[in-house]
């Protein structure tokens, strides 16, 4: 398998645009997580997912921010209008459900710079 | 809010020295317990887990747990310039009854010296 795949991998935008990343999960893997990585907060859960059902979003900053799973392959994160305070690193990362909860399998991450 | 703190660091020990890194956490109901490894500019990786009070080894790693304490720790024995890296500490989270997220701490930056 070729593990979690995030697009892009780097994104720079400017303050207002619309950003969406996009994460394509571990096939069988029940449990898709999106994570914000910076040096002042860590790692933080923004919301995760089983079987593609939204479970707790309560990490989503504000309404700026929205993420779909459409279905069991395929999830997006949206931030619309993006602030230079969004920029950070953001992953992806799925899991299987049972005994393997709690191994989580990170994407590369998409780097994402607001100017 | 459930916690979960680390030592920033960085660590620093030399080659062929035991490394400690430690862990307390918040929640007192925290059942699974998780360490994980990040390079820098790459993802983290899951190296140990640890369910159950008292010791648990794999190759040169040993993942302590005391629930009573609510502290979590990693020795690395042998320290390789290979194991400098930021080591994060991850306590599983419960939703509605059902295994849920994982809560992070912001890590110990670990460096071996040769």
């Known amino acids: 398998d070729a593990g979690v795949i995030q697009s892009p991998r780097h994104e720079v935008t400017e303050m207002g645009q619309e950003v969406t990343l996009r994460c394509k999960p571990i096939s069988g893997h029940n449990s898709l997580f999106w994570y914000r990585q910076t040096m002042m907060r860590g790692l933080e859960l923004l919301i995760y997912?089983?079987?593609?059902?939204?479970?707790?979003d309560s990490g989503m900053p504000e309404d700026r921010f929205s993420a779909k799973m459409p279905n069991a392959s395929f999830s997006t994160l949206k931030i619309q209008p993006s602030e230079p305070r969004d920029s950070a690193v953001y992953f992806c990362?799925?899991?299987?459900?049972?005994?393997?909860?709690?191994?989580?399998?990170f994407g590369e991450g998409s780097r994402l710079t607001v100017l | 809010q459930k916690e979960v703190e680390q030592n920033s660091g960085p660590l620093s020990v030399p080659e062929g020295a035991i490394a400690s890194l430690n862990c307390t956490y918040s929640?007192?109901?925290?059942?699974?317990f998780f360490w994980y490894r990040q390079y820098s500019g790459k993802s983290p990786e899951l190296i140990m887990f640890i369910y159950s009070n008292g010791d648990k080894e794999d190759g040169r790693f040993t993942a302590q747990l005391n629930k009573a304490s609510q502290y979590v720790s990693l020795l690395i024995r042998d320290s390789q310039p290979s194991d400098s890296a930021t080591y994060l500490c991850?306590?599983?989270?419960?939703?509605?009854?059902?295994?849920?997220?994982?809560?992070f701490g912001k890590g110990t930056k670990l460096s071996v010296k040769p």
């Open positions: 929640d007192r109901g925290s059942q699974s």
């Open positions: 997912f089983n079987n593609n059902v939204p479970i707790d």
């Open positions: 990362a799925s899991s299987p459900q049972g005994r393997g909860a709690g191994e989580l399998f």
């Open positions: 991850a306590v599983m989270g419960y939703y509605g009854g059902s295994q849920g997220n994982l809560i």
